[in-house]
């Protein structure tokens, strides 16, 4: 039984059927809150060292690992009981749409950093970085996330598998496991 199995079993009876009817949406947003420390993270290494006076130029490097980070963890976690494609056509895909989605999570960044023009000097260091958080992390993560969950059940992995296909794919890959 998997940690996520067992965390869902001992759910009461009507959170239980709940978590096992949406398991991709949970999933994606557990990967979700792991990406989040991973962007963060970096961002903010970025921007209060090397990158002090280009926020959104910290924002887009550290929102291209994260992307990365994040097909790995869906691809093998989220939506592994989906398919229909071939992983390169669906690497490139994934990619694509998350590119559309870190365009959009910095859109209310650029908004605030150059339309409100809220950065040093104009406003103290707490208020920049604040504005910076809830702009980019807040405002911006919900506008990506919700349209890369959207996208990536359409377009990504739109095929979801029987749940006979998915059971036989984990018994082959646990015969595989055991070879090696």
């Given at each position: ?26 999933k994606f947003a557990i990967v979700g809150a792991s990406t989040f420390v991973i962007d963060s993270g970096i961002f ?82 707490a208020v920049e970085n604040l504005a910076d958080f809830f702009s980019a992390f807040i405002i911006g993560n919900f ?38």
């Amino acid at each position: 039984m998997s940690f996520v199995d067992g965390v869902v079993s001992v759910l009461p009876q009507p959170l239980r059927e709940m978590a096992y009817r949406h398991h991709e949406l949970i999933k994606f947003a557990i990967v979700g809150a792991s990406t989040f420390v991973i962007d963060s993270g970096i961002f903010y290494a970025l921007k209060w060292t090397v990158l002090t006076e280009k926020p959104v130029t910290a924002k887009i490097i550290s929102g291209v690992i994260a992307v990365i980070a994040s097909y790995i963890l869906n691809r093998e976690w989220s939506f592994k009981n989906r398919g229909g494609r071939e992983r390169h056509h669906e690497a490139l895909l994934f990619f694509v749409v998350s590119g559309v989605g870190v365009v959009l999570s910095n859109i209310p960044l650029w908004i605030s950093s150059y339309v409100f023009d809220l950065r040093q000097p104009n406003v103290s260091f707490a208020v920049e970085n604040l504005a910076d958080f809830f702009s980019a992390f807040i405002i911006g993560n919900f506008l990506q996330m919700a349209f890369r969950f959207w996208a990536m059940r359409r377009w990504v992995f739109p095929d979801e598998m029987t749940e006979l296909e998915a059971e036989l794919e984990e018994l082959i890959e646990e015969e595989q496991l055991g070879r090696s």
